[in-house]
């Protein structure tokens, strides 16, 4: 069973510019979350998506955003990027049958804003 | 407000010794707590669980105890081997709304020396 992709894995951006980062999760899994990672912040979610719709949200600014499609492919986009959006971005899906946190990353996608 | 918390960023044991991985949390409505394996260029990955409910929890070499009163967790990896060598990372969940919101700590770096 193939893992969850993310694409791309690497990316460089100025400031001021945006970003779309793409997810495919496990097949099956309807549900996609999405997390940032940095050195002083550790791992911060930012939103989950089940079945196209937003359903829990995290505490960042509304740069940030993301959408679910029908196949539950997801991306999120962050607008008028800030060198402080540099992080590790983090995609996870789960077959959201039973709440137990387990959820499968991929390997994410770093963004380096100059 | 960090309701997840590991206090040592690092820790280093010898191979075949215990690891002992310490998190305490505040929120005394988290259902389920995990913990998450992390090595460098790679996503996390789901090691073992617990549910509130229950106060130990054994997986192989991975034991994960939960102290309710202290609002306390603890990873016990033994023997630890150098693969075990990676980012711990304790983690927590409320609620069947809130299937992907993961409240993370910051992470503890654990070094099995051969």
């Known amino acids: 069973k193939a893992g969850v992709t993310q694409t791309p894995r690497y990316l460089i951006k100025t400031r001021g510019q945006q970003v779309t980062l793409s997810c495919s999760p496990i097949s099956g899994h309807r549900s996609v979350s999405w997390y940032q990672q940095t050195p002083g912040q550790g791992l911060q979610f930012l939103f989950e998506y089940f079945s196209e719709t937003q359903r829990n949200k995290g505490n960042f600014p509304g740069r940030f955003s993301g959408r679910q499609f029908s196949n539950s492919r997801s991306e999120m986009n962050v607008s008028t990027l800030e060198l402080g959006d540099s992080a590790l971005y983090l995609c996870a899906s789960s077959p959201r049958t039973v709440n137990t946190g387990e959820l499968f990353f991929g390997e994410g996608s770093r963004l380096t804003v100059l | 407000d960090q309701q997840v918390k590991q206090n040592s960023p690092s820790l280093s044991v010898q191979e075949g010794r215990i690891s002992i991985l310490n998190c305490d949390y505040t929120n005394s409505m988290f259902d389920y707590f995990l913990w998450y394996k992390k090595y460098p260029a790679e996503g996390p990955t789901f090691l073992i669980s617990?549910?509130?409910?229950?106060d130990k929890n054994e997986d192989g070499r991975f034991t994960v105890f939960l102290n309710k009163s202290a609002k306390h967790l603890s990873l016990h990896i033994v023997p630890s081997q150098p693969g075990d060598s990676a980012v711990y990372f304790c983690?927590?969940?409320?609620?069947?709304?809130?299937?992907?919101?993961?409240?993370f700590g910051q992470g503890t770096t654990l070094q099995v020396k051969p």
């Open positions: 617990i549910s509130s409910i229950k």
């Open positions: 983690a927590a969940i409320t609620g069947s709304s809130n299937t992907g919101k993961l409240i």
